[in-house]
């Protein structure tokens, strides 16, 4: 079992994104029906510059959820069962993730933690074990497939299987999804390797929809002040008690 | 106030969906990582016809979660509000609607039902009803503006506007809730509107995405039975119990 | 059809409400199994006040999902259709409505919006208009009925009613979505007729649930600021805009 | 690290649930405002067995969304971390699970699959692998501590804790989505360990709300057939296919 690295790319988004958010904003406050202006969005005949700047002043004015029509989806290798098992605790998204009841884990790769990586001491400690974790899973699923488990042996050797092993997923958020998954992810409190793939799903959204995804990431960024406990607080930006404190406000 | 037809556009689906949905069933069970056979799914390497056949058959195994990763967004206009506060009941969904708030409805047209179309009696009296509806909106609009309430005019004289007032929205839906949706909503217990668009919504995903949508609609046509209790069945095919009476079932 | 008043009853709060959530936010730190500690959080062996302080630090840094835990069911009526149309949009919550296509509306009760009731001409245009809307939908249901059309004449005939319309439902939502609804529903952008719901469902929640509750309400309170664009902002906190420029940040 | 046992607790309960579930089934259909029975609902003046045979009836007619708004909160120990990933991917629930971020793992204890407790060579293999990392994980804590990391030594040194680790948990779920989470799980394609979570839970609710969960379980319990595809019937009940063959159906 070697070491891995994390790995996410974008197999699609939905087309025309802009224009569609575009489209399901006017849709609200519009008398007439938008799929009559829809081949005007989508041929630029209203500029593209003009939808994304609507967008982002109704989106400043707090209504967000036209933001929903237009989803990313992600393939994603690298990632340990630490980290999936967070990532599938946000339950507006969808997930299609590597069974380890169905697939043979004697080949399994790993994840390194980095922390762990750079103390040399660590890292050795760290293979050795995982190199015991592959006699174990293979031992166990070859005793159980001799006392007659077969289709079911890799079912219980999995029990061997480390945190750190790898797994590898599809998934899909809409936009809203989106920008909550990276308020929670991108922040210094999260987690380095959940942190590190919401970092990477973050680069490829706004390489895509930069009217949407700008001003994207943990919830400081696009607030200017961390909502956090002043205890949690990393320090690039003020506190909310301390802008209240030195506006006299609260 | 002239009486509407029901309009439904796709304005979007979500790209190479087929290939998006076959490469989530396969990561479930595939050692690999379904990225690097991507390019082969979306160039026909592995043939459309491959990839519908394998899909399915993982579906009629009961395994239906992979279908979620593809999405289709529907502009709607010629539905009445009675009909869309019967959709949005959908939870997994998105949905942007025209805001009778913000929205003036002077002339705002409406949804004749076709029960009452076709009695020249029935019709003529909805008809002149739908009249005193637009002279009662406007009405109070105007006095509310007279007294002050600018803004918020619409707001209060909206109180008038009947069900059938037409209202637009755009929705959207991943193809697991869209079946749902069909599953319910294209029955013969579905009231008559939601059902229409049900069926004009069916027909459009039949034609972007017939391996998902071929057998889709009431629960009867992918069942091969009616599960409704028997007093609600509506003849097409036979209930449950008879097919439990027939083979000696429970 | 008479005018209706607003009236909201709680039938049923998830028992040992603080003492759940208590237990659910220990449960994520605590090396040992919190059915063991159980039966002190609900006998007072652990003080209620030790519990809401834990329970209210946890919630100030932003970990907010164990109160998801405690639901509270309402029963609502004398709330208009369009009122209703807006609340179950509320997607994490469950809803059991009153149902026009089944439930007869000959002598349905309607909603007279404040604004309108206070001009006196705007309330005999809106009164004479609901003794018009009785009379088309009588007439019709009677027509429809002649015709044959027996059990789907109220499901036609609906077609008329107001948004006025009173309606009746059983709303639940646990507290996690109740914060999120008082949040938007009780702040001044919000309608007039789901925020006095909302504030009447927070009144209950209040008296139920202090620890929880006490500063819920529009994001303002628990956020000692409006977040809302300037634009929107009703002037009872400073705007997060006036903050920032305040305190020299952004 | 000693093997651990499945333990499932009942916190909580919404009071009253049988009556709130009748009287959400009948606002639905009811012209009046449940509000007013609910004193006789809860009194027994309209007895328990009117109230259940109603629900029944309502349900077997497919109509279920009522049921949602009674709620059960469990607390659940001696599950394996392989358990609650499959569990939590369950999306209409609440969690609080114990964080091996912040837990000391040195301690664990860890679930033994029967498969391989009653081998005896796979259960000294097994045991010897598991005390291995209860030393890993303490020599990774100890020099990522030596090494400044205090806090997040935790935080990586759980990469090697294995999917059998225990974990704890608290569980809510409303009556709707435990009868999906009991289809699914009780069925004999599940998983061994979450199937007997779902059989334990599936206990306790029978007990309190029979009603509701008397016919609960997997599909076949309630529909009288197996719906899965032929290959991954158990045997238990006749397939859909051999139902619809027998009776000259599809």
Chains 1, 2, 3, 4 share one sequence.
């Not at 982002?56 to 340990?80: C, M, N, Q, Y």
């Not at 991108?186 to 390489?207: G, I, N, P, S």
Request: glycine share 4%; hydrophobic share 45%.
């Amino acid at each position: 079992m070697p070491a891995t690295q994390l790995s996410v790319e974008l197999l699609a988004v939905t087309p025309n994104a802009l224009s569609l958010i575009y489209a399901a904003f006017r849709q609200c406050y519009h008398a007439g029906f938008v799929a009559d202006m829809w081949p005007r969005l989508v041929n630029g005949e209203v500029e593209r510059e003009v939808q994304a700047d609507f967008v982002r002043k109704v989106l400043e004015s707090g209504h967000d959820s036209p933001v929903e029509h237009a989803s990313f989806t992600f393939a994603v290798a690298g990632i340990s069962r630490a980290c999936s098992h967070q990532i599938v605790r946000h339950r507006i998204a969808s997930y299609s993730q590597q069974s380890q009841r169905y697939v043979d884990a004697s080949n399994m790769d790993y994840v390194l933690p980095p922390a762990i990586a750079k103390i040399p001491e660590a890292r050795e400690r760290f293979e050795a074990f995982m190199a015991e974790v592959g006699h174990a899973y293979r031992d166990l699923k070859d005793i159980l497939e001799a006392h007659g488990r077969k289709e079911k042996a890799k079912e219980d050797a999995r029990f061997v299987l480390p945190q750190a092993a790898e797994t590898r997923m599809v998934i899909s958020m809409n936009c809203r999804a989106l920008l909550h998954f990276f308020n929670l992810r991108c922040c210094m409190r999260a987690q380095w390797e959940v942190r590190a793939l919401a970092q990477a799903m973050l680069a490829l959204c706004k390489a895509e929809l930069p009217a949407i995804f700008t001003t994207a990431g943990a919830k400081c960024e696009s607030l200017g002040y961390c909502p956090e406990a002043p205890r949690f607080a990393c320090g690039r930006y003020p506190t909310r008690e301390a802008l209240l404190a030195g506006s006299g406000g609260k």
